[in-house]
């Protein structure tokens, strides 16, 4: 329930610089924003290290703060949000990768709902291009989700790895 209340506030947060800081700041950014995700992910083991070595993980103020900053990310870009979120709670919980990534769609399905009713009402909206991705982001995330509890974890990183660079290319090209 903490988790759902701090993604839901960053959502909030995420929301409100979208629509304050326009979309030539949004455009510069998501290339780097992408990629710092990928970063974090690909870093977990050695991110994971120090905190254990500082006493930090496992931290519930750590976590909390981590998922607000990633759901402002989520809200303010979108893209990538479930590779930020996976690297957000492997470093920062003990969540085994299966369970992290059930954790993942849930906080991504909340920050999702919540940024996009809120650009429904506050920002025009191409409805066509709206309905397409909901639709595949809803058979992607049950796909996905039922193929994680069966792909080996380092098969999953991998992919995810490929995909995150494929994305950043795509967004500087």
Known sequence: RALVGSAALGALAGVALLLAAGEDLFSDLAPFLVLASLALLLAQGPVLRALRARDLHDSP????????????????????????LLAVLGVASRAEYGLANAVKTSLSFVINLLAAGLFAVLAPVAWGAAGVLAVASLVGGYAGGRAARRVPVPVLRGATAVLGLAAVVSLLS
């Open 61 to 84: 103020q750590l976590l909390l703060g981590a998922v607000f900053f990633a759901a402002v990310y989520g809200a303010y870009f979108g893209a990538a949000l479930g590779v930020l």
